[in-house]
């Protein structure tokens, strides 16, 4: 049992390159989430689904897009990269219910120069 | 505008003291409130909660104490250890839109031997 992994842990783009990040859970959970952690800001939702094939913007989506094909996956796309999004981004996922407790993942450092 | 704002940004114990970080949120209509630790390298992990039902919840060394007329909650650590050294960050978000969470900006604690 993995848990939340994120695929890759680090990765350096020139801006105007595009990239996926990669989040898989195999807790067979309904919830995905992607945020973004920036020194000072703590962490900002980017964007989530409630369940395979759906998908809705968080608090900063701007910049992002997601896919969720498969209900283990969980999938975040820089089309145009931008020093901006520069960050530590983390996914998250969690079962439905009255559970509310988030399984984070352990990150992916992007540095976009 | 920050949904959650928490201080201090960091925060210097001795072995055995008491750690309190503190948050206040503005929007009423949160009604559960997270604390996340996070070390080095790793996702925050749930770590303690509160719903506005109560005025404290304790788990182990860890309490959260929470004030619904003033819009504060805090989280204190009795008997502080160097292995509780983590950055904490508090969270809020409404039951019926449990998939926004906002965090507030973090507390690195450095526990001193």
């Known amino acids: 049992n993995a848990g939340v992994t994120q695929t890759p842990k680090f990765r350096v783009l020139k801006t105007g390159q595009s990239m996926t990040l990669l989040c898989a859970q195999d807790?067979?959970?309904?919830?995905m989430y992607w945020y973004r952690q920036d020194p000072g800001m703590g962490l900002r939702l980017i964007h989530y689904?409630?369940?395979?094939?759906?998908?809705a913007k968080g608090e900063v989506p701007d910049g992002y897009n997601v896919s969720r094909l498969k209900k283990q996956n969980f999938l975040l796309g820089l089309e145009s990269a931008a020093p901006s999004q520069t960050s530590v981004y983390f996914c998250?996922?969690?079962?439905?219910?009255?559970?509310?407790?988030?399984?984070f993942g352990p990150g992916t450092r992007l540095t976009v120069t | 505008q920050q949904q959650v704002k928490q201080s201090p940004q960091s925060l210097i114990v001795q072995k055995g003291g008491i750690s309190i970080i503190n948050c206040a949120y503005e929007?009423?209509?949160?009604?559960?409130f997270p604390w996340y630790q996070q070390f080095p390298g790793k996702g925050p992990a749930l770590l303690i909660a509160?719903?506005?039902?109560?005025s404290e919840k304790k788990e182990g060394r860890f309490t959260i104490s929470f004030n619904k007329s003033a819009k504060q909650f805090s989280l204190h650590i009795m008997d502080s250890q160097p292995g509780d050294s983590a950055t904490y960050f508090c969270?809020?978000?409404?039951?019926?839109?449990?998939?926004?969470?906002?965090f507030g900006s973090g507390t690195k604690l450095n526990v001193k031997p």
């Open positions: 998250a996922s969690r079962t439905s219910g009255t559970n509310y407790e988030q399984y």
């Open positions: 807790m067979n959970h309904e919830y």
């Open positions: 689904s409630v369940g395979e094939g759906t998908t």
């Open positions: 929007n009423t209509a949160f009604d559960y």
């Open positions: 509160i719903r506005p039902d109560v």
């Open positions: 969270a809020a978000t409404t039951l019926y839109n449990f998939n926004k969470f906002y």
